[in-house]
């Protein structure tokens, strides 16, 4: 297998997009990036996209032959990748693969997907899709409800608090304010988290990520040719993916996603790394105690104790570790399909040290984790400068 | 890159499966191929999953994690890809190049849809979101719209007939006769098609392929250890892929599909093959006028030659070029995300001499040909034994 790089990266604005369309923001995202890179566009040999929902919600399905065609790069090969909310990681591990077979030295990889547009209870349904369907949203379980049963099994086996889950959405919210891209840029409290009011009890309202338009892209190329393209890409040194259950019930621990820990056992050994070795990660916290669980999941602190961890700061901006420099899923916002791609474009800047007042200092090496559903898939990647 | 073989298939039976959910059918087609190929499944290292519509009308994504769930394969890596009609081949292709870079042995990869359970003019509109949704759809523009569409400009550029059209549905259904697994097993005449009423002029009920429930599945291995697992493994010797705009209205012409060409011709040049060392072809006849495209487009006949050639005979069973020995698209059913995997099984057992009375005399070289929509996606494999 050959060694996979980062060439460029670039984000839609991330928000209520009322003015573009679900094709427009692939547009958006898809040049920055091609910008960014410095290449033209007749140089990328393939596409692999990331969407969950269009389907349902926008009525186009076939995404993948729609990037290309409107980013004008017909008649390359273009595949939409698919995982629920980590359909951006699916999507851009393809691309990582198909890189890394050989088969392509150039390869573009997008995530989008447009929500803002529709009936609040049809995007809860066409989320639920992203769960077992027949066994959990038929009977009403949509997924605040299935993280707050998580949330309750963690207080009650650990003695995780309100207040922990919700300094997890403060400190996203703090770092947001730095990033010209998020939904949000407003900083929170404590307090006002508590006073939010209950989503699913003990999810409150500001423990929830949003419902976001928007989308981002990277370009991967084979890293023996990375630095003809520009001095400064980012390797993936390591790209792993696991599976889990599809519903909670048959899971064997509700305070852990076992696929986050399959995944990145798989590559810290592939990248020969530990979990003290990473200096920035972004972790996937579509609900606070998911960024609490993940924290734990993948090694950075011992399970149980992510909520105090999170509480005392150690995950604050160049504190002991740096989670969620871009703002998370919290307060970047979650467009489903973009969500892991975006979190590859936020670890790309800060090992260039391109994050501007969110930098985190002397950034070496940085980590990705996008789930899908309620930990039915997790991607896990690890990056450096090459 | 590793070169790539299938060392196992399996299919569902095709057709109105009321008594068997979208998770059945996985697991129906899964385990036929899993013991087909004579592996356990704790040696299968990730899957590839095809689905067009799951979204849409059964309300279940993320089904990738569903695969790997009911196969009872977690926690290995599950994705799905999609690009509508030929979600399966865009499928088998991911699964081809993980296995081609030497991150994965044995993959299996699936394709499902179910169709038959939801009202028809739903289905109508989830398969309209192949096409463009906004520029198409939106105005009326359904599937058998824009393929009549088709046919009226192939009959007016090269006097293509609708009894030429026809003569496709009429061989197809007499080869499905003898496949157990399609959905219909009763041959038809032209003066059949010919009265069965129109759908969008000039095309016929019996132009049409039908709305079908199914699922299908093959596992891949590198072919350096294919021959542990069985005596007779059929090799991948190229797979091809490319995409053309997703509205008909932006095409140069109406009378090919560009994909198609490109594929191909990507796909002989890999292979170092031409046209005529072609022995049998599963080819993506959605409509009686995508077989005769699609014959043309592939290098068998020439432009404008595939309806006479049709009308002739010169594609029936051990004929000229055996084309859609199962029954094609029309005939075996399209449950659209397994079409592009069940062509490969075809194939595979057609190289294997498996084929029994839709047997193809001495098949040494086979291809698969799935499209996306209107064109606007084309896979093209080509096979042989290794």
């Known amino acids: 297998m050959r060694s996979v790089s980062i060439i460029g990266g670039g984000l839609s604005k991330f928000g209520e997009r009322w003015d573009k369309s679900f094709r427009d923001l692939v ?63 699916v999507a851009l591990r393809a691309g990582y693969l198909a890189v890394a077979s050989g088969m392509y030295d150039v390869v573009a990889v997008g995530g989008v997907e447009k929500m803002t547009d529709f009936d609040s209870a049809d995007v809860a349904i066409a989320l639920g899709g992203a769960g077992d369907m027949e066994h959990e949203l038929f009977f009403g379980a949509t997924f605040p409800a299935l993280y707050a049963l998580m949330a309750r099994r963690h207080m009650l086996e650990y003695g995780t608090t309100e207040e922990m889950m919700a300094s997890c959405s403060v400190k996203n919210h703090k770092n947001a304010v730095h990033n010209p891209y998020a939904q949000y840029h407003n900083e929170i409290t404590i307090e006002d988290v508590m006073n939010s009011g209950y989503i699913a009890s003990p999810l409150k309202l500001l423990d ?9 892209a990277v370009i991967l190329c084979a890293s023996e040719k990375a630095k003809k393209f520009r001095k400064d890409p980012v390797e993936i040194i390591a790209s792993s993916q696991a599976s889990d259950t599809i519903s909670l019930s048959n899971r064997h621990c509700m305070t852990e996603l076992h696929a986050t820990k399959v995944a990145a056992a798989d590559a810290y050994r592939r990248a020969n790394l530990k979990p003290s070795d990473i200096d920035v990660a972004e972790v996937h916290d579509c609900f606070s105690i998911a960024e609490i669980m993940a924290i734990e999941d993948l090694g950075f602190f011992d399970k149980g104790k992510g909520g105090p961890a999170s509480l005392e700061g150690l995950t604050a901006l160049n504190s002991e570790i740096s989670i969620n420099t871009s703002g998370g899923l919290k307060a970047t916002g979650h467009p489903v399909g973009a969500t892991g791609i975006k979190q590859a474009v936020e670890i790309m800047w800060q090992l260039q040290g391109k994050a501007d007042k969110r930098q985190v200092k002397d950034a070496e090496i940085g980590m990705t984790h996008n789930v899908g559903g309620s930990g039915a898939t997790a991607v896990v990647n690890i990056y450096k400068r090459l």
Request: proline share 4%.
């Open 208 to 216: 929830c990520s949003p419902i976001t338009d928007g989308a981002a």
């Open 27 to 89: 547009v958006e995202a898809g040049t920055a990036a091609v910008i960014d890179a410095g290449i033209e566009g007749r140089e990328i040999q393939a596409i692999y996209g990331g969407c969950m929902s269009s389907g349902r919600l926008v009525g186009q399905e076939h995404v993948g032959a729609l990037f290309a065609d409107f980013l004008g790069l017909n008649p390359i090969p273009a595949t939409r990748c698919e995982a629920a909310c980590a359909s951006g990681g």
